[in-house]
């Protein structure tokens, strides 16, 4: 059976930092786009970041840059966001995703607009993070 497992989601406060796992099981990351999303109740889910194993490029969105990094280790089938500087945010799930290939994701003009998840066919569970202020 093949799925993914998302982990190291919690409370924090805002400022504070958090390392989201997400791993790969009954397949590998060779060769595949791995995303994160999160989703607030009632809110789209929403696209952050993205990378690409088979040639390490990685993609954000706006509003995470510089504080969210994403990072691969295909030998663990791991994928890792390592999130710093929290804002405060409600209670949001955060999901990731993949498919075969390269990062799924839109532009306007010249920069990185969003991750769609439409781009992504496989989908783990989740893990719920909170940021208070």
């Known amino acids: 059976e093949v799925h993914l497992v998302e982990s190291g989601g919690g409370l924090v406060q805002a400022g504070g930092s958090l390392r989201l796992s997400c791993v790969a099981s009954?397949?590998?990351?060779?060769?595949?786009?791995i995303a994160w999303f999160r989703q607030a109740p009632g809110k789209e889910r929403e696209g952050i970041s993205c990378?690409?194993?088979?040639?390490?490029?990685?993609y954000y969105i706006n509003s995470v840059k510089g504080r969210f990094t994403i990072s691969s280790d295909v030998a663990k089938n791991a994928v890792y966001l390592q999130m710093n500087s929290l804002r405060p945010e409600g209670p949001a799930v955060y999901f990731c995703?993949?498919?075969?290939?390269?990062?799924?994701?839109?532009?306007?003009?010249?920069?990185?607009?969003?991750?769609?998840?439409?781009?992504?066919?496989?989908w783990g569970q989740g893990t719920q993070v909170t940021v208070s202020s």
């Open positions: 995703a993949t498919t075969p290939g390269v990062c799924t994701w839109q532009s306007e003009g010249r920069r990185l607009a969003r991750i769609p998840a439409w781009g992504y066919d496989m």
């Open positions: 009954g397949f590998t990351f060779d060769d595949q786009a």
């Open positions: 990378i690409s194993t088979n040639d390490g490029n990685t």
